[in-house]
């Protein structure tokens, strides 16, 4: 099993459409959950992150840790072709200061 | 910052040829990750070094891949010999890695590799 298990899509969407991307981990000490999002062709970006349960808001965005589940989610709200990118959710685990990664979903917002 | 910076940008090679990534870190990072991407396994993590020293290196598929750190601001990922199932994306990323654990990791734009 892996350490993170992400759907890896693709997912397509109209514009406006609000997107809710999960992924699951095993690991129940994990602490620091993060997601980043990567265009085409480019390097990871860090998105949001959030720090054992609970919710964080940034505009559009909202990510949410259920530690009693191991559930990690991302909403994006009235969603726009320039959300398109494929969004990575992580752990870093913090007993080996190792960043572990979902297999990304691709998410493709149609205008 | 100009930040993490990956060399080359694409590279076309031969079975069986000696490959060297490079990657130089945003300065005053300490922690260096080499991950390799493919459609079907996602960011893999190949090593990481904590303050030039390599801590992890679990995820090196085989013997025909080496990192090398040999100062704190340069990184070295070699394959030799070259094969076709190493065609990949390379990336690298640094952190400047905290008591805290809340730290960013910071991705390169990442090397396409071809091995044909």
Redesign the interface.
């Known amino acids: 099993q892996k350490e993170v298990e992400q759907d890896p899509g693709p997912l397509s969407v109209p514009e406006g459409a609000i997107v809710s991307l999960n992924c699951t981990y095993s690991n129940s000490a994990f602490q620091y959950f993060m997601w980043y999002r990567q265009y085409s062709r480019k390097g990871p970006e860090l998105l949001m992150y959030t720090y054992s349960s609970g919710n964080k808001e940034d505009g559009r965005f909202t990510a949410q840790v259920d530690k009693s589940s191991k559930y990690i989610s991302l909403f994006i709200r009235d969603s726009q072709p320039s959300d398109s990118a494929t969004y990575h959710c992580a752990t870093l685990d913090s007993g080996t200061y190792k960043y572990i990664f979902g297999t990304g979903t691709r998410l493709k917002v149609l205008a | 910052d100009a930040g ?1 910076i990956q060399s080359p940008r694409h590279e076309v090679t031969e079975m069986g040829q000696e490959v060297t990534l490079r990657c130089k870190l945003i300065s005053g990072h300490n ?1 260096l ?1 080499w ?1 390799r991407q493919t ?1 079907m ?3 893999e ?1 190949l090593i ?1 070094f ?1 303050n030039n020293v390599p ?2 290196d679990s995820g090196m598929p085989e013997d025909r891949f080496s990192a090398k750190m040999p100062n704190a601001s340069f990184s070295t990922l070699k394959i030799q010999p070259s094969e076709p199932r190493d065609s990949a994306v390379y ?1 690298c ?1 640094s ?1 400047p ?1 905290s008591r805290s ?5 910071f ?4 090397t396409r590799l071809t091995v044909v």
């Open positions: 993490v922690s990750f991950y459609m396994r996602g960011l993590l990481y904590n801590i992890d990336f990323a952190s890695r654990g809340n730290t960013e990791a991705f390169g734009q990442g």
